[in-house]
């Protein structure tokens, strides 16, 4: 059974920083793409960056370009998400989903991100 549990959520002011996580079970996780969505109240699902096997070849929504950067450590079955310069756009309940931005597939219960002065 695939299983996604993220944390690192909370609440920052803008321009502040954030460090997603996201350990993952139940698939051959070095095997495959990682993204992270989110969803802010009253919109749909947005795809934000993912990052692929092997280089790790990674994309951004061109939101986040600049600020936001993805990795993983497939020795720990995890991936990041570097959330930088923060705005009160981005508030939002950050989901980690595997698969890429073409074939989102399972995704997590979510952390939520607030940003707010």
């Known amino acids: 059974e695939v299983q996604l549990v993220e944390s690192g959520g909370g609440l920052v002011q803008p321009g502040g920083s954030l460090r997603l996580s996201c350990i993952a079970s139940g698939f051959t996780f070095s095997r495959s793409f990682m993204s992270w969505a989110r969803q802010a109240p009253g919109k749909g699902l947005e795809w934000v960056s993912h990052?692929?096997?092997?280089?790790?070849?990674?994309a951004y929504a061109d939101s986040v370009l600049g600020r936001f950067t993805i990795s993983r450590d497939n020795a720990k079955n995890t991936v990041y998400l570097q959330l930088n310069s923060l705005k009160i756009e981005d508030t939002a309940m950050y989901y980690c989903?595997?698969?890429?931005?073409?074939?989102?597939?399972?995704r997590g219960q979510g952390t939520q991100v607030t940003v707010s002065s």
């Open positions: 989903v595997q698969g890429s931005r073409w074939s989102l597939g399972r």
């Open positions: 990052i692929g096997t092997g280089d790790g070849t990674s």
